[in-house]
């Protein structure tokens, strides 16, 4: 297959212009991402191919966006909506749990609801304590919704493009700091020039080894992967499973990992209790008991809001060098 | 000492502080004229007037900030919210908002808010009536999340929980709002928030749970005993913090942690026990830690009894960790 090198944010943009050529009924809105094609240019030159009334400028509020979202796609489309921070997405929180997430339980089928709701936390970016927050593990008590959140170019346009076919209502988180941080592992990689789709609920071992096992997400991806570079030298193989999708979660290949490696580091850009990492943990701890040799370590944010200073939130969040401490601990 | 079910005991408690302290004010959807939904205000309006006493129009958003707001400037308001699942109304305010005041100002403001919600199922109330959403919470430095299971607590954590310069969330499980009675202390009575209670000593198993699901671990707890598995049973009364060391005892103790609660499994509560132990005791551990929750789907109206961890789920749960 030809592959070429793209950008996270440019191979966003294929997906969505891609989808929007081959479905006439998948429609763009959001804060500025018309015109402007996006603060983050990851709907760039959509209003130009697709027009005004399949790319809309929407007011300031998230409750409108979310809520025509819904009843856009109770009527027959397949809206793909942008929340521009993750954190944002709590003004409209019950919509998406008390409207989206129960939708197709409360017409016992009757109706689906195929939309998507894209958002990006900038964790990484020094933007303060209320544009930085991961909320994901704070939506996974909303059965009927599905999160998505890519750490590799290839992944988020494979997942995008799946999203926006999937029935079901979709929050699709992207990484601020992905979008702009030349040294991530997941800010530019290859892209097949094909077609082609990535299953939601699949988790992606994005590097194999024996040693020990690290589940990431998102930007923290990046972080393991640098990490099991490290560990390398050191004589330790780390496997990195990448989650993509957060819900369904993909346990299985977790599992698979911890009985061949037995040990088991989960980092996550949010703070640690009640985090994503605490399911993966429980997890584990209920169905691979017997595999555990060494207690489950959570890598999280310390338990407070984001700090805007950048030297803080280097410190604030989990890096590369904190995964490798972690594992060498572990490993001995 | 009077005895009082748990909806009387929590009605004193609001009596009592805005008796002691006229900063503290309650305000929500019907707590006035009506006396709240299930009647926790009762006789407040008539004692206290309308100025501590405030019937707000519907909007979470609105009542959340309104209460920041006042928090913000003196006063200790109590906040109600009709049902803990419209609590999402409010949710960028509690999160974004309430929980980084304290943070955002360089500890300049603090927010003395306590909010209080109904939660559970068992009252036949469907999927909006009937959650439980503590977990949405407890992923959110700078909240206390509390949830008693008897009318004392009720009353010392809820004096507790309006005396603390800090938000609090408090969630009353409304299933047992009124089935049993209990000796209440008058006065000044409070229970410290971050400790945990041992409802039922025990040695072979622990369950550990919180709100109403506390009596059905008891309840399974005498089953069990009668088949030779002794139990002891732990009401974490406080979420966020929780007691770390109440949690660590009990399982040095049994070795066999059983965790209980009615909202759903993936990421609840229970997953953050389950990940705590698994860090800090997994070499304490003579059985995988086990969840009894309800399941990961909405709420149903019809099969409420099958979703929530009733006493034969937790029964099962009990015999497989002692077995194992």
Known sequence: MATRELTYVEALNEALREEMRRDDSVIVFGEEVAAAGGVYKVTKDLLKEFGPKRVLDTPISEIAIVGAAIGAALNGLRPVAEIMFFDFVGIAFDQLVTHASKMRFMSGGQVKLPLVIRTQYSLGRSYGSQHTQFLAASLLQAPGLKIVAPATPYDAKGLLKSSIRDDDPVLFVESGALYVNRSYYGYRGPVPEEEYLIPLGKADVKRVGDDVTIVAVSRTVSEAMAAANQLEEKGVKAEVVDLRTIMPMDYETIINSVKKTNRLVVAEDSVKTGGISAEVASHVCEYAFEYLEAPIVRLNSPPMPAPQASELEKKYMVSAEKIVNAVTKLVK | MPQLNMAQALNLALREEMSRDERVVVLGEDVGRRGGVFLITEGLYELFGPERVIDTPLSEAGIIGVAAGMAMNGLRPVAEIQFADFIFGGFDQIVSNVAKIRYRTGGQFSVPLTIRAPVGGGVKGGMFHSQSPEAYFIHTPGLKVVTPSTPSDAKGLLISSIRDDDPVLFFEPKRIYRTFREEVPEGDYTVPLGVARVAREGSDVSLITYAATVHDCLRAAEKAEVEGISCEVVDLRTLLPFDKDAVERTVKKTGRPVIVHEAPK?????????????????????????????????????????YMPNESRILNAIRKAASF
């Open chain 2, 266 to 306: 993936m990421c609840g509560f229970g997953a953050e026990l389950a990940a705590f132990i698994a860090e800090r005791l997994l070499f304490d551990l003579e059985a995988p830690v086990l969840r009894v929750t309800g399941y990961d789907t909405p709420f149903p109206f019809v099969h409420e009894h099958h």
